[in-house]
């Protein structure tokens, strides 16, 4: 992501929520609070598994998937959540992989985007999701705040990014329950896994935190695995020729 990525998403984002209509409020989908499951489930490192066919950084990943059948492997496998990317432009994503998919799955669905509006939150709640993206570097704090009570307010979960200590402090003023801590930098595009293992030593007792990007193997899981709830990973998982063998390698047994 160079150095004008994130605004240029932003922009895009911005033409298509000024495209969108507010939909009518459907239902929400049953299933369990994905920070309840955190919080009980504390003796393993839990996985959040990504379907996501392209990123900005790495190109195309797995164009060919079957999303409905990898997301179905990654909740047979124990997966905690899934991850689904609807950014179509810069992700290859859809608004109907997630519909398709939490259609099918039993377990919590992320809407994975650029949230900057309250149309795309109503959207993902209708499309399944029950947690939804909400990323601290693409908000001023005020509307932040905003967003996350509304999502909340409609009986959402919401995963607050942030990708060094003045963003997570933005996400504990706010609030958040489940915090994301992305190992990506947004200027660069790098990863670095010591982002999440320099943020931790500012972690609070009643969220939970998940560790985001840079995570492909055992090794890295065991260096994440004493100071977060989670881990969310895509592109390993995208790559595995065996999802169930993978994700028993990176849930770590904390116990």
Sequence with gaps: ???????????????????????????????????????????????????????PSLGDINLDVDIVAQAKAYENAGAAMISV?????????????????????????LAKDFIIDEKQIVRSRNAGATVILLIVAALPEERLKELYDFATGLGLEVLVETHNLPELEVAHRIGAEII????????????????????????????????????FTGQDAALIAPYFNGILVGTALMKADNVSDKIKELAIDKG
């Design 180 to 215: 994301g801590v992305n190992n990506r930098n947004l200027v660069t595009f790098e990863t670095d896994i010591n982002t999440s293992l320099e943020l931790s030593v500012h972690f609070k007792d009643r969220p939970v935190y998940i560790s985001e990007s840079a995570i």
């Design 1 to 55: 992501m160079s150095k004008e990525f994130l605004p240029t998403i932003l922009e895009q984002k911005e033409r298509e929520v000024a495209a969108l209509d507010m939909e009518d409020l459907q239902p929400l989908r049953q299933t369990y609070r994905l920070y309840d499951f955190l919080k009980s489930n504390q003796d393993k490192l839990q996985i959040v598994a990504e379907v996501k066919k392209a990123s």
């Design 85 to 109: 990317l609807t950014d179509q432009v810069f992700f290859k994503g859809d608004i109907d992989y997630l519909r398709q998919i939490s259609s099918t799955v039993a377990i919590p669905t």
